[in-house]
């Protein structure tokens, strides 16, 4: 089984709008969805409609907790979440006219450091029943910038694959724990080593860096030119055909969840790579997050070019 560990689980509202996005003036919203969102949720609902089994677990709270369960249990997606004091979050994506996407992140209710630790025990029962966890997204304030630390600690001391998705500090912390993949898009490998990384060269040369000071797998997703993988079998890339993209946010969450199905499944690299890179492209193809349709993942994969070039 697989555990998606999602620490700021949000309610995501997608308002698409006729016009140009434009500040100062009222905004009418032509339509709305609400869907189970927090980068982690994402990551589930993609392993469900990969086929694999599926558990998602981390902090919900009040009235938007308690709907983001519903929503995830109408999906199929199992969830045992620790509940909290404070209102889970709602974040907005704003889709106009121009075909621009402009977010609006909240940061989460505070959690306290007696719910950290009901979350930490929570997670020891749950290590036991999994092989591949994935920890995806923000925290919310009140849980320590090492929180992924101390969780890749636990799941490696069980013998899980632990995959680390997330950004600023809870990704330079989370790091120094060695968890078995991480997936930097290209702001996010640049916080990581503190310094630019402009070209594809500088971009693989800090990848090479991170995996040599022992995280196995490094995978750099590269928006609409795919991705790159830096690993003990070597260095891939992997370019996604040409898509009609429709809406792109959630794409480096789809890759994560194809990439932790492609683990399950025993996939080697090159296999894991083409699979995770159809998946993130079919995704940008719908207007809903972590969601794709098979028929588009299927002709993808057909089409993704993957290249060993190390
Ligand atoms: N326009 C696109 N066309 C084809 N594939 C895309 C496109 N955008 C994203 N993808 C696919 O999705 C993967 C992840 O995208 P990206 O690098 O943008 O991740 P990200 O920055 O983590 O995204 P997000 O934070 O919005 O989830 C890419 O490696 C690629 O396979
Ligand atoms: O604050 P986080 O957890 O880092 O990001 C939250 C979020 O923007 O990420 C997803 C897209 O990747 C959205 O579903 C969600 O609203």
């Not at 974040?91 to 992140?105: A, H, V, Y």
């Not at 719910?115 to 290590?127: D, N, Q, S, V, W």
């Not at 399950?264 to 079919?282: D, I, K, N, Q, T």
């Amino acid at each position: 089984m697989i555990l998606t560990v999602t620490l700021n689980v949000a309610v995501d509202k997608a308002y698409v709008i006729e016009g140009p996005l434009q500040a100062g003036e009222v905004m009418r919203v032509k339509t709305c969805s609400n869907t189970a969102g927090g980068k982690g949720l994402n990551v589930s609902k993609v392993i469900g409609l990969c086929g694999e089994e599926v558990l998602a677990t981390g902090f919900t709270g009040g009235f938007n907790g308690a709907y983001v369960e519903k929503l995830l249990t109408e999906k199929g997606i199992p969830n045992e979440f620790v509940h909290v004091k404070g209102e889970t979050r709602s974040c907005i994506n704003i889709l106009d006219g121009d075909g621009k996407s402009t977010e609006f992140l909240e940061p989460g209710a505070p959690v306290t450091a007696e719910e950290e630790a009901a979350f930490l025990r929570k997670f020891e029962t749950l290590l036991p029943k999994c092989s591949v966890v994935t920890m995806s997204g923000s925290a919310p304030k009140g849980l320590p910038a090492d929180i992924y630390g101390k969780l890749i600690a636990m799941g490696k001391k069980a013998g899980v694959k632990m995959i680390l998705d997330t950004s600023g500090q809870y990704l330079i912390e989370g790091v120094k724990a060695k968890p078995f993949l991480i997936k930097p898009n290209h702001d996010e490998i640049a916080q990581l080593l503190g310094r630019p990384a402009e070209t594809m060269e500088e971009m693989l040369e800090s990848a090479k860096e991170l995996h040599r000071s022992g995280i196995p797998y490094v995978v750099i997703s590269l928006g609409a030119d795919g991705a790159a993988v830096v690993c003990g079998e070597g260095v891939y890339t992997a370019r996604p055909p040409k898509i009609q993209a429709v809406n792109t946010v959630g794409c480096g969450d789809s890759m994560v969840g194809a990439m932790a199905a492609a683990l399950e499944r025993g996939y080697g690299v090159e296999e894991m790579l083409r699979y995770a890179v159809a998946v993130s492209s079919a995704n940008a193809m719908n207007l809903e997050t972590g969601y794709f349709r098979q028929e588009d993942m299927e002709e993808n994969l057909k089409q993704v070019i993957v290249e060993k070039i190390g």
